[in-house]
């Protein structure tokens, strides 16, 4: 194993052929989406009516565990992937810690982050349905920018409405976005009718995902030919993310390597659904039994403390209800949290698989985790995303750890994007400006009232 080198590559041919879908291997599968109105499970025809019907497939699929990459996606995906496993050479020996550490990295693209996966995959099957227009959310900026860029590519219109206050404080995103030929809207704004509403009872708000994922539905469901889609969160979003785990899988078997500890920041969850994948199913067919660990904000600790319940995917409850841990879907992150991952809720697969103790999760302050991406930064090079350096904070604590007790333990973690667009943030942090805040009891409370009586 000493012969590591510090990147493990892949060859073009060895770009996965097929995603790959958890759910058939799990004991017990994650409760279905529920329509609000009649309290029964989705059916295929509802939800096609906001979302492209091979996705809607994808997300109900429960059976099929692998799902073959259309050759076009793949002629996409061949532009930024195979994405290299990098052995952190560097920072094991700042830390001086006996553990491996290997990083899959997911920045090496314009978006600056995995999000590039799913977009592909998504814009591809709406131009197969002959759909003309997308609308979608964006948070800090770069599923907006991963998504600009692949209805540039497959040729069709996107009308993006990005949290007002990301757009305000990253303009550059927004020009990104646009040099791509999508349109930017700063949301909540006046151009829907659930924008309006959430400006009357909430003047001056810097907006939210919720927010704005509630202006983009209504765009669709007042517009010909157009379709929604999410860059997190649902089921078909992490089955295109799988690609990074598959990657990463025959990277490390290449060299006979099998982690010991699986770390991904966790927003939505998507890109440590689609980590974490293959190396799930070995778990739970009892094959290995990797450490798997989800590291999200304490500012929205959706995992650690939020409730399991049904809830809404958005501010506006336009969305199906969704079973996952959830800080409610009128949880607003404090404004002075700079480090992404602000959505209120899981993943429903990741939120059963935590809830029946396949993975643990873990909160830290934003401070903590600036230090942990300047440290990396310093040592490996990469100016880590504000997101990713959540799990980055995770894997130097576990490394640690192993300092202290002598374990050489491998820790794989997912680098999911670069910060670039984030130095405000990082000014903040360099200049001691940066604060945490933790929500009180009673602050999470005030979320948990906007649950749906439902279960
Ligand atoms: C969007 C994003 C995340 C969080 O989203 P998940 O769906 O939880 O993966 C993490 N890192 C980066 C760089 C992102 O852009």
Request: glycine fraction near 10%; include cysteine; proline fraction near 6%.
């Given at each position: 194993m000493s012969n590591v080198p510090y990147k493990i590559y892949l060859s073009e041919?060895?770009?996965?052929k097929a995603w790959f879908d958890i759910r058939p291997f799990m004991k017990e599968l994650p409760a279905p989406m529920l329509n609000p109105k009649t309290g029964k499970p989705c059916t295929r025809e509802e939800l096609s009516e906001i979302f492209c019907s091979d996705l809607v497939d994808q997300e109900l699929n429960?059976?099929?565990?692998y799902i073959a990459i259309p050759e076009e996606i793949r002629a996409f995906y061949r532009m930024f992937r195979p994405s290299p496993v990098v052995r952190a050479y560097c920072l094991e020996e700042m830390l001086g810690t006996p553990a491996h550490i290997y990083y899959k990295f997911e920045?090496?693209?314009?978006?600056?982050?995995?999000k590039l996966n799913s977009a592909a995959a998504q814009v591809y099957y709406a131009k197969k349905q002959g759909i003309k227009h997308l609308a979608t959310e964006t948070g800090a900026g770069q599923w907006g920018t991963a998504l600009a860029m692949a209805t540039a590519f497959f040729g069709l219109d996107l009308q993006v409405y990005m949290v007002k206050g990301s757009a305000e404080q990253k303009p550059h995103r927004k020009a990104v976005i646009e040099t791509y030929g999508a349109s930017v809207i700063p949301s909540?704004?006046?151009?829907t009718e659930v924008g309006r509403r959430i400006l009357e009872e909430h003047p001056g708000t810097s907006g939210s995902l919720g927010c704005a994922i509630s202006e983009a539905v209504e765009y669709v469901m007042t517009h010909e030919n157009s379709r929604y889609v999410l860059g997190s969160v649902l089921n078909h979003v992490l089955l295109h993310q799988s690609v990074i785990g598959l990657e990463a899988k025959a990277a490390l078997d290449k060299y006979g390597i099998s982690p010991d500890i699986i770390i991904g920041c966790a927003g939505g969850g998507s890109n440590l659904g689609g980590l974490i994948a293959p190396f799930m199913a070995d778990k739970i067919a009892g094959k290995t039994n990797p450490e798997v660990i989800a590291v999200e904000p304490a500012s929205c600790p959706s995992l650690t403390r939020g409730k399991y319940a049904y809830d809404f995917g958005d501010t506006g409850k336009m969305t199906p209800l969704m079973k996952m841990y959830t800080l409610g879907s009128g949880f607003i992150p404090a404004s002075?949290?700079?480090?992404?991952?602000?959505?209120?809720g899981m993943n429903s697969i990741l939120s059963k698989l935590y809830h029946d103790g396949y993975m643990t999760a873990r909160s830290y302050e934003q401070t903590k985790v600036f230090e942990a991406a300047v440290q990396f930064a310093r040592c490996e090079g990469t100016l880590p995303a504000p997101e990713s350096s959540h799990a980055i904070r995770a894997a130097i604590d576990e490394a640690l750890k192993c300092k202290e007790t002598g374990e050489q333990k491998t820790i794989l973690f997912g680098?999911?994007?670069?910060?670039?667009?984030?130095m405000p943030a990082y000014t903040q942090f360099n200049n001691g400006t940066m604060s945490d805040y933790i929500p009180t009891d009673a602050e999470l409370e005030h979320g948990f009232a906007s649950l749906p009586k439902i279960d």
């Amino acid at each position: 194993m000493s012969n590591v080198p510090y990147k493990i590559y892949l060859s073009e041919d060895e770009l996965p052929k097929a995603w790959f879908d958890i759910r058939p291997f799990m004991k017990e599968l994650p409760a279905p989406m529920l329509n609000p109105k009649t309290g029964k499970p989705c059916t295929r025809e509802e939800l096609s009516e906001i979302f492209c019907s091979d996705l809607v497939d994808q997300e109900l699929n429960t059976t099929e565990a692998y799902i073959a990459i259309p050759e076009e996606i793949r002629a996409f995906y061949r532009m930024f992937r195979p994405s290299p496993v990098v052995r952190a050479y560097c920072l094991e020996e700042m830390l001086g810690t006996p553990a491996h550490i290997y990083y899959k990295f997911e920045g090496s693209n314009t978006s600056g982050s995995h999000k590039l996966n799913s977009a592909a995959a998504q814009v591809y099957y709406a131009k197969k349905q002959g759909i003309k227009h997308l609308a979608t959310e964006t948070g800090a900026g770069q599923w907006g920018t991963a998504l600009a860029m692949a209805t540039a590519f497959f040729g069709l219109d996107l009308q993006v409405y990005m949290v007002k206050g990301s757009a305000e404080q990253k303009p550059h995103r927004k020009a990104v976005i646009e040099t791509y030929g999508a349109s930017v809207i700063p949301s909540p704004s006046d151009t829907t009718e659930v924008g309006r509403r959430i400006l009357e009872e909430h003047p001056g708000t810097s907006g939210s995902l919720g927010c704005a994922i509630s202006e983009a539905v209504e765009y669709v469901m007042t517009h010909e030919n157009s379709r929604y889609v999410l860059g997190s969160v649902l089921n078909h979003v992490l089955l295109h993310q799988s690609v990074i785990g598959l990657e990463a899988k025959a990277a490390l078997d290449k060299y006979g390597i099998s982690p010991d500890i699986i770390i991904g920041c966790a927003g939505g969850g998507s890109n440590l659904g689609g980590l974490i994948a293959p190396f799930m199913a070995d778990k739970i067919a009892g094959k290995t039994n990797p450490e798997v660990i989800a590291v999200e904000p304490a500012s929205c600790p959706s995992l650690t403390r939020g409730k399991y319940a049904y809830d809404f995917g958005d501010t506006g409850k336009m969305t199906p209800l969704m079973k996952m841990y959830t800080l409610g879907s009128g949880f607003i992150p404090a404004s002075n949290h700079a480090g992404g991952l602000r959505y209120h809720g899981m993943n429903s697969i990741l939120s059963k698989l935590y809830h029946d103790g396949y993975m643990t999760a873990r909160s830290y302050e934003q401070t903590k985790v600036f230090e942990a991406a300047v440290q990396f930064a310093r040592c490996e090079g990469t100016l880590p995303a504000p997101e990713s350096s959540h799990a980055i904070r995770a894997a130097i604590d576990e490394a640690l750890k192993c300092k202290e007790t002598g374990e050489q333990k491998t820790i794989l973690f997912g680098l999911t994007g670069t910060g670039y667009f984030d130095m405000p943030a990082y000014t903040q942090f360099n200049n001691g400006t940066m604060s945490d805040y933790i929500p009180t009891d009673a602050e999470l409370e005030h979320g948990f009232a906007s649950l749906p009586k439902i279960d």
